[in-house]
Structures are given as C-alpha cells and as structure tokens.
C-alpha cells in the first residue's frame, strides 16, 4: 500500500448516534459535493455478507450493538480509499470514528481529517427512527433490544469523539432533530463555511 496516495485527499468525518440520520444526509451531500461515500455500517454488512470467516464473527458483535474490532473498520476503510484514490475529490466516511481511538489512529495512519459533522439529536427520536426501519430493512442491530445497546454504545465510546473534536475546532454540530431538508440546509451551510 502506498501511503502517498491518500495523501492530501479532503477527508470529512461524519458521526452521530444510531438513527441520527447519517445514512440519509450523506446520501445528500454526495449529490451535492461529489465526495466519495463510504459508510464503515455498509463496509461492515457488506464483509458479512460475503460469508467470510471474519464476517460471521462481525454479525455476532453488530447484534449485541457493540463496536467491532478498530483494526477490522480501519482496514476495510483504507482499502475502499485506495480502490477509489485516483477517482475522488474527497472522501465523507461516515460511521467513523466511534471511539477516539479510531480518530486518532485514522489520522496519524492515513490523514488528517478537515472537519467532523456531528448530528445531534435525542434518544427518543432516534429509537423511533430506528423502529420505523426495522418494519423494513432486515437489519439484524434493528430492534428494541440492540437499540438500547447501541445507544448505550454511543454514549460511552461516541460521546467522547464529540468532545475531542470539539477542542481541536473541527467539530460541525448540527440540529437533527428536524425534516430531513431543514437538516440538509445546515449541512450545506457547515460545509461551505458559512454557519454563524
Ligand atoms: P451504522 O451502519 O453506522 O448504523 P447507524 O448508526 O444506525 O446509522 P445509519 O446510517 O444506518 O442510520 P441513519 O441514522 O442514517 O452501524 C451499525 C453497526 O455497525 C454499529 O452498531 C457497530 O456494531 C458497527 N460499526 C459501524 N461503524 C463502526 C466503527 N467505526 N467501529 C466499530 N463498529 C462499527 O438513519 C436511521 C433511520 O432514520 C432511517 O430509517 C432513515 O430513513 C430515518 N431518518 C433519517 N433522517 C431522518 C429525519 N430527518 N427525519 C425522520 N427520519 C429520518
């Protein structure tokens, strides 16, 4: 792997609780800005789809809503971020970091990151948000009990990123307690700079 490649590439940090709304804003941004997207979720459901070794073991820990090994994430991002190195203006990976550590050892292995997005929105909202997909989406981590897990998880090992990044100055806190438009506005505003 070439170091040199990831070099000076934009890299945005999106974070938040389970059912903030990342997934949906993403989605946003990337017909907006054209960053490259990657999701460490989709990263994730997409190793244990493959039926690997390594993923079966993944989809034990995603249904207790914990966090799966650092190296595991950080590895399948670093790859997807080279696949895509000499086609991106930019990278928004979202779903990390979950834990300072990841941050951290994100930057210091691959690159700085330019500014964290952080949604911020209540327990009960997101629960909702989450119960409202699982009618849906099939997903093994969307259901009460790992919902509560999950929330648990953000508090102890997210929360702390929040505050980090928030003492370095990069931190972008958005209201996403609003419709997903009223969200996307502030989101834009962050982005180009131009938030009170
Ligand atoms: P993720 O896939 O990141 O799951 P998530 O936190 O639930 O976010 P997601 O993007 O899916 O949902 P969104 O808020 O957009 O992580 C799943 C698991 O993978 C973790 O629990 C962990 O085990 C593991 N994992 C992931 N990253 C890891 C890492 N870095 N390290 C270790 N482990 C990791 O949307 C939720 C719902 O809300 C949707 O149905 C959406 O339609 C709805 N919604 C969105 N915005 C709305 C709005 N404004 N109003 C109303 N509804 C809205």
């Given at each position: 792997?070439?170091?040199?490649?990831?070099?000076?590439?934009?890299?945005?940090?999106?974070?938040?609780?389970?059912?903030?709304?990342?997934?949906?804003?993403?989605?946003?941004?990337?017909?907006?800005?054209?960053?490259?997207?990657?999701?460490?979720?989709?990263?994730?459901?997409?190793?244990?789809?493959?039926?690997?070794?390594?993923?079966?073991?993944?989809?034990?820990?995603?249904?207790?809503?914990?966090?799966?090994?650092?190296?595991?994430?950080?590895?399948?991002?670093?790859?997807?971020?080279?696949a895509?190195?000499?086609?991106?203006?930019?990278?928004?990976?979202d779903?990390?970091?979950?834990?300072?550590?990841q941050?951290?050892?994100?930057?210091?292995?691959?690159?700085?990151?330019?500014?964290?997005?952080?949604?911020?929105?209540?327990?009960?909202?997101?629960?909702?948000?989450?119960?409202?997909?699982?009618?849906?989406?099939?997903?093994?981590?969307?259901?009460?009990?790992?919902?509560?897990?999950?929330?648990?998880?953000?508090?102890?090992?997210?929360?702390?990123?929040?505050?980090?990044?928030?003492?370095?100055?990069?931190?972008r806190?958005?209201?996403?307690?609003?419709?997903?438009?009223?969200?996307?506005?502030?989101?834009?505003?962050?982005?180009?700079?131009?938030?009170?």
């Open positions: 792997y070439d170091p040199d490649k990831l070099k000076g590439k934009k890299v945005i940090f999106v974070v938040g609780g389970p059912g903030c709304g990342k997934g949906t804003q993403c989605e946003r941004i990337v017909a907006k800005y054209g960053y490259t997207h990657l999701s460490s979720g989709d990263l994730l459901r997409d190793e244990v789809k493959s039926g690997s070794e390594r993923g079966k073991k993944l989809t034990e820990i995603m249904e207790q809503g914990k966090l799966v090994p650092m190296e595991t994430v950080l590895e399948l991002l670093r790859d997807a971020m080279i895509k190195a000499d086609t991106s203006n930019g990278f928004l990976i779903g990390y970091p979950r834990e300072v550590i941050g951290t050892e994100f930057e210091s292995n691959i690159q700085e990151c330019d500014c964290v997005l952080y949604f911020e929105c209540s327990a009960e909202t997101m629960t909702e948000r989450l119960l409202g997909r699982a009618k849906t989406s099939g997903r093994v981590d969307d259901n009460e009990e790992t919902i509560k897990k999950r929330l648990d998880t953000f508090y102890s090992a997210t929360e702390p990123v929040v505050s980090h990044y928030e003492e370095k100055g990069k931190l806190k958005i209201n996403a307690e609003r419709e997903v438009e009223a969200i996307f506005a502030d989101v834009c505003a962050a982005l180009d700079g131009k938030e009170g």
